[in-house]
């Protein structure tokens, strides 16, 4: 006999967690997060957990909220060894966007820490027996987690994201990857849609954080309607020079669809300006996100992909130890809406 589910949410992800839980039809495990005035904090389960399999949500990077993402990353870990003192009989922290992703090696700097292996470890010694994410950066990152205690689950969402592109009529006719590392994620997305393929070669300053030199496009792109597809969308350095090139190459109207919309510092700034450009030279610019991050004021040029219904669907798959895979590739061809 399977475990009971049971939801439960820290305060940042709470509308994620509302939103798979009304898709389940389960309620959310009443919790209090606690923050003291010395700048400490404490989550309590409010309600009896023994035995269930518990899922903990996280949002770690979540604009309209408090703090930073290291203090809700801490927070999370509160909420898992609270649900394991509590006698769960496991608990999967659901953290779409993995922090620390990108800094999963060391780029030929000695002299620094390899913070996705270091959240690995906190989350399996907090407790967690699984680790639920979104289109982590590197699935190597997987290999981080000692199988014994924890494991990795990455969802891909190609197959949905790529049929929802298509009902939003935003799938374009060719795809663009932003970097050469990107091409392999950009094919997936061509062979889906049955596009064309491009990609930038980027040069980047390591000698500064999230700064973009240049980008080379290598294929054709005039006259052409572009899908510019990538994981994270930062601070939109990459998407900034990438669309430079794909205008300067003689493409049509473009749309950037990532997984993970973090948009920090000037993000908002560079797109919104590639949106009056467009505006103002009569072409659509659109860019679409994922519900991994939510940005509920945001302008009418981005589009969100909601992924509730996926993560109810690969929680319950899971809870009966069924096929992921199958949840990834069933076929969603409406637009999801609240």
Request: glycine fraction near 10%; hydrophobic fraction near 40%; charged fraction near 20%.
């Amino acid at each position: 006999m399977n475990a009971p589910i049971q939801l439960l949410s820290c305060a940042a992800a709470h509308p994620l967690a509302e939103g798979v839980a009304r898709r389940m039809g389960l309620p959310l495990v009443q919790v209090e997060e606690h923050w003291f005035a010395g700048g400490e904090g404490k989550l309590t389960i409010c309600e009896n957990v023994r035995g269930g399999d518990v899922y903990v949500f996280q949002s770690c990077v979540a604009p309209d909220a408090t703090g930073s993402v290291y203090d809700r990353f801490v927070m999370l870990l509160h909420a898992v060894e609270a649900a394991r003192l509590s006698g769960a009989s496991a608990v999967t922290a659901v953290l779409p966007y993995y922090p620390g992703a990108r800094q999963d090696k060391r780029k030929n700097r000695i002299r620094e820490g390899i913070s996705a292996g270091l959240f690995a470890r906190m989350l399996q010694t907090a407790g967690a027996t699984k680790v639920l994410t979104v289109e982590i950066h590197n699935e190597a990152i997987a290999g981080m987690f000692d199988p014994a205690y924890c494991h990795l689950e990455n969802i891909h969402i190609t197959h949905r994201f790529a049929n929802w592109l298509r009902s939003m009529k935003l799938c374009g006719d060719t795809v663009g990857a932003p970097d050469v590392g990107g091409l392999e994620r950009a094919r997936a997305y061509a062979e889906e849609l049955s596009a064309g393929l491009v990609a930038l070669s980027k040069v980047r300053d390591y000698s500064t954080i999230n700064r973009v030199l240049k980008s080379t496009l290598i294929g054709d792109v005039a006259g052409k309607e572009i899908l510019l597809v990538d994981d994270i969308v930062d601070t939109a350095g990459s998407v900034v020079a990438a669309v430079d090139e794909l205008k300067k190459g003689g493409a049509g109207d473009i749309t950037v669809a990532c997984a993970h919309p973090v948009f920090s510092g000037p993000a908002w700034d560079r797109l919104g300006g590639i949106a009056a450009q467009a505006e103002a030279e009569g072409w659509r610019f659109t860019v679409c996100g994922t519900s991994s991050i939510r940005h509920p004021d945001a302008p009418d040029w981005y589009q969100e992909f909601r992924i509730e219904k996926l993560l109810a669907q690969v929680i319950t798959k899971l809870n009966k130890r069924g096929s992921v895979t199958g949840v990834q590739q069933a076929d969603e061809p409406q637009p999801e809406s609240e």
